[in-house]
Structures are given as C-alpha cells and as structure tokens.
C-alpha cells in the first residue's frame, strides 16, 4: 500500500568501493526507472526496466553501473569501483505500464539514496 | 537535442500572492506529456500538473495551472493563492519514449520560496 521505498538512505562509501542501492516499487506497477541528480542538477535517467528486462539501459554512464530487478519488483542499482564524481542522490520511481503509443503515466518517485564517496 | 530549460534558477513570492515558473524545452518527439514535479527538502519528487501535448486546453490542478504553447515550445506553471508549503524545487520535464519506456528529461529545476 505504501509508496516506493528506497535503501539505504544514505550511503557514505570510499573510493573505489562497490555499492548496491535498493529500490521497492508500488506494487503492480511493472515500470520502474532509475535516475540521478547530481548538486544543483536535474535528474538524468539511468535505466529502464519493463518486468524484469531493462530494455532502455541508455543512460549508465559506464560499465562501472549495473542494475537488475528480480520478481518483477525490487530492483537494485550497483556501482563498482565508486569514484567521487558518483557522489549524487539516486532515484527510483515506478509507474503503470506505459500503453501503446505512450500514456504519459505518472512516475511516483522514492525518496533516494544520497550517496557520498570519499 | 532533448533538453529543457528553466531559466530561473531561484524565485521568491509572498504568501497569497501568485507566481510563474518559466520553462522551455526542445523534443523532436511528436507526442509526448509534460510535468511539473515539485521536490520539498525531504527529496520526495511529488506530481503537480501533467499536459498532454496534443491537448491544446491548457491543464489546471486546485491552485497551480500551466500556460502550454506548443509551437514556442513552452510550459509554465503558475501558482496561485502561494501558500508556505509551495515552499520547494520545482522541476519541468517532457517525456522521450524510447526502447518502451518514457523516461523524463528534466531541468534543472527552480528554487521557489514563498514568504510569510
């Protein structure tokens, strides 16, 4: 009932070490999205993931940056290698499955994980 | 390029009184939706008003409603009646769909503070 979850909700990590974020959608809806907002930044997509395949994985700033779903729901976001420049809160959101010719549906954001690495 | 612009990094508004939040953004998608996402200190991104592109009449929620012109590529939120929990981030953003999904392109959002 409740709405997306988000862990841990802040991580302080560093440099060089590996960290996993975890995101808890709304229940039901198959949609999930991963993004990051850096200081004083918009959010910028990561990836997308449509039940437990991630179609659109266009936004990964490089290979250190994976993320699977499992169950059709929790989903979770690793860095390997951390560096500075990965300090940034990191946002999920979920939303209904997008219809045929697009449906514009509402993405209901978790709180983020703010993520600092030394 | 996706992009969207919001020009006014930060605004300020007296309790009660109305403001305009710009935004201009660049799609070469035929059909998409805007948002205005609004982002309290406690980070939780919260919808305020969604547009669909293809509906000229422009969308109204309660107190905020948007000034939609198309062919300016444009998308203002205005707030009427500020109250002090209007306090926040507010972000304008379009959807690309792309390998089926619709993710967002934002800007870089406006600090908006409403003054007792």
């Known amino acids: 009932g409740a709405g997306v979850s988000q862990s841990p909700s802040n991580k302080v990590t560093e440099k060089g070490k590996d960290v996993e974020l975890r995101c808890d959608p709304i229940?039901?809806?198959?949609?999930l999205y991963w993004y990051r907002q850096s200081l004083g930044q918009g959010l910028e997509f990561l990836i997308y993931?449509?039940?437990?395949?991630?179609?659109?994985k266009s936004g990964l700033p490089s290979d250190r940056f994976s993320a699977e779903r499992t169950g059709g729901s929790v989903s979770t976001l690793t860095i390997q290698r951390t560096q500075q420049e990965d300090s940034a809160v990191y946002l999920c959101?979920?939303?209904?499955?997008?219809?045929?010719?697009?449906?514009?549906?509402?993405?209901?954001f978790g709180p983020g994980t703010r993520l600092t690495v030394l | 390029a996706q992009t969207v612009t919001q020009s006014q990094p930060e605004m300020s508004v007296q309790e009660a009184e109305t403001v305009t939040l710009s935004c201009t953004y660049d799609t070469s998608e035929n059909n998409y939706y805007l948002f205005w996402y609004k982002q309290p200190p406690s980070r939780q991104m919260i919808l305020v008003i969604r547009?669909?592109?293809?509906?000229?009449q422009n969308a109204t929620e309660n107190r905020f409603s948007v000034n939609f012109q198309k062919a300016a590529k444009s998308f203002s939120l205005k707030i009427s009646d500020s109250q002090l929990g209007d306090t926040a981030m507010y972000f304008c953003a379009f959807t690309i769909t792309q390998g089926g999904s619709e993710k967002l392109v934002f800007g870089k959002g406006t600090k908006l503070t409403v003054n007792p």
């Open positions: 547009q669909e592109a293809y509906k000229q």
């Open positions: 959101a979920s939303s209904l499955v997008r219809l045929a010719g697009g449906s514009g549906n509402e993405q209901f």
């Open positions: 993931f449509q039940g437990n395949s991630a179609p659109d």
């Open positions: 229940s039901g809806h198959t949609a």
